[in-house]
């Protein structure tokens, strides 16, 4: 069963991986971080994707148009992945769903030659509900 | 748990004798008047304070845990000091939701034990927190964590009074299409209840909530209230609400789910644990 630090290690093996964080979107302060920090200060980048995070959570026009946005619990979060890409990396960001207060996400930074985003988004999916649930 | 070994009272700001401690490694109990710092080997393993929710009713008031399964873990290791182990090898939580509740509680107290930096009142050494170790922190990182925070709510809305002060809502303002966890944060602003109160309402982090309130402050909807006038004038506020339940230390099972005010009574023990 991985907890915070584990999850991340397992991320990291995705081919092309830099860096991976857990981060909270309110506070923006990262709960773990694995890897290369990206512009090299974990906690600005902990901070900035956290506000970028809030504002696609926070945004009525992103959230799905169905009656059922948030889940039939109310927990899920309307958006499940951000997905930012520039000319030399990919930055991934999966919000993780759990029953108790966290607004937490995972951030994946991937290299762009070598990473494989499909796949990445699948297994960074993956590992959000294992990190929660075991 | 180990006995507490008497020191002397400090005047020091908690943050600088936090630093100390660090610096030497060392394990106890630190206490403020706005709650207690567990340290194991110069880490901060817990936080608690009587303005937050603690692990335990962030994971039963949501559902995340039964209540059962929550009073069984306690029954069963509390004494040992290793109820979050406990936990996970009942197979109640996985190792990352405890962690992640564990640390979301943890910097949660700390903003309200650090962020205004009292006098220490009191370190017990060897003092170990029920929970036992989840995630160790560095002392350094709790510190300018909660300063961080302090200015992330001052930059939202610069009025420190939403943070303890009752909370009423602005007449006749609109506060259409918020975001959910404002909206339902806005929902519990009723007049009376502080922040600290909707937290617990809302099985939420207190700073968590904070931001949100402030943010509705910032938007014209919610204010702080000002104290009654006069007496007589109005009804004395009610209790906080009913909602409160289970006191989460490894005290004896609460008999009556509904106790008055969780924060007086968690309040109450910290100061008589500082004595």
Known sequence: MPGIDESLLQAMRLPGARGAAVVDWISGLALGAVGDAPGGDLEAAAAETAELARLATESGVLAPAGDDAGGASGKEPPVQDLIITNSDSYHLLRFVTTTFDSTVFLHLWLDRGEGNLALARIRLAEMADRLVLG | ??????????????????????????????????????????????????????????????????????????????????????????????????????????????????????????????????????????????????????????????????????????????????????????????GVRTAAQIATVLACRTFHTLVELRRLAAAGLVVPKVPAPAPGSAP?????PAHVSAEPGPAPRPTAPDEPDTALLRRLLHALEAL
């Not at chain 2, 989840?134 to 420190?160: C, G, K, N, Q």
Request: proline share 8%; net charge negative; glycine share 8%.
């Open chain 2, 236 to 240: 004395a506020p009610a209790p906080a």
């Open chain 2, 1 to 190: 748990m180990i006995t507490p070994t008497r020191t002397a009272r400090t005047d020091e700001p908690a943050s600088a004798l936090l630093g100390t401690l660090a610096a030497q490694g060392a394990s106890g109990a630190l206490s403020t008047e706005a709650g207690i710092v567990y340290l194991a080997a110069g880490h901060v393993v817990h936080v608690e304070s009587a303005l937050t929710p603690d692990i335990g009713d962030l994971l039963t008031h949501s559902g995340a845990l039964a209540p059962d399964g929550w009073w069984e873990a306690i029954d069963q290791a509390g004494r040992r000091c290793r109820v979050g182990r406990q936990l996970v090898d009942s197979g109640h939580l996985a190792v990352g939701a405890l962690e992640l509740c564990h640390l979301g509680a943890l910097f949660d107290a700390a903003y309200f034990v650090l962020a205004h930096d009292g006098p220490a009142l009191r370190f017990r050494p060897g003092a170990a927190h029920w929970l036992g170790a989840v995630r160790a922190v560095p002392v350094d990182t709790v510190l300018r964590e909660s300063r961080r925070r302090r200015e992330l709510l001052h930059r939202i809305w610069p009025e420190p009074a939403i943070d303890l002060a009752p909370l009423a809502r602005v007449p006749d303002a609109d506060p259409a299409d918020l975001p959910h966890r404002r909206s339902r944060t806005l929902a519990q602003v009723d």
